[in-house]
Each structure stands twice: as C-alpha cells, then as structure tokens.
C-alpha cells in the first residue's frame, strides 16, 4: 500500500509496542502503557502559512512522539499488519533522538 499525503499531513508508520519484559515476563493489555511513537514514511508538500510542515524541521526516517488519539489509523493487511497513522503537522509533539 502506497500513501501519499496531501497538504500538511504526513504519514507515521507505529512503532511495535514490546510484549514482553527484557526478562521474559508477559505484559497483558492493561500493563503495556500505549505509546503514540512511529516513525515518518512520507511527508506532504505543505501549504500556506499555518502549520506549515516544511518548518517543523521533520524528515522522512525520524521518529516521532505525538499525540495518543491524534490522526487517522491506517491497516495494511497485506503486509505484516502494519499500522499506519495519518497526521497534521501540529500533531507531532517531538522528535525521539538517539
């Protein structure tokens, strides 16, 4: 599946939330905290001055922290079940650096 997102908007591919602890212990769903992390697959060419995504300094490959229920969540069955999350510019809270 191939995503082109228009305006201001770009697309996060969500980073896999572990299952297990480094030493082996199961999480259930109410022991995992949900985190709003992935990392940017394709950006929008921007338009006009609000929110304007070409001055968020963000590029293809950064991983992101953004708001829990922001955007629209994509599946993409086809492959792995990958989940993807289309989002505004103002969404994004921060770049994750390592």
């Known amino acids: 599946m191939t995503i082109?997102?228009?305006?201001?908007?770009l697309v996060v591919e969500l980073v896999k939330q572990k299952t297990t602890t480094a030493s082996g212990i199961i999480l259930t769903s109410e022991e995992k905290t949900e985190q709003a992390l992935?990392?940017?697959i394709a950006i929008g060419k921007g338009q006009g001055t609000d929110e304007n995504i070409?001055?968020?300094d963000l590029?293809?490959?950064?991983t992101?922290?953004?708001g829990k229920y922001a955007?629209?969540?994509v599946k993409d069955n086809?492959?792995?079940?990958?989940t993807f999350k289309i989002l505004k510019g103002s969404d994004i809270?921060?770049?994750?650096?390592?």
């Open 38 to 40: 992935g990392k940017i």
């Open 54 to 56: 070409t001055n968020l």
């Open 59 to 62: 590029k293809i490959g950064d």
């Open 71 to 73: 955007g629209e969540e």
């Open 4 to 9: 082109k997102p228009l305006g201001n908007r």
């Open 93 to 98: 809270l921060a770049i994750i650096q390592d």
């Open 78 to 82: 086809k492959i792995n079940d990958n």
């Open 64 to 66: 992101v922290l953004f």
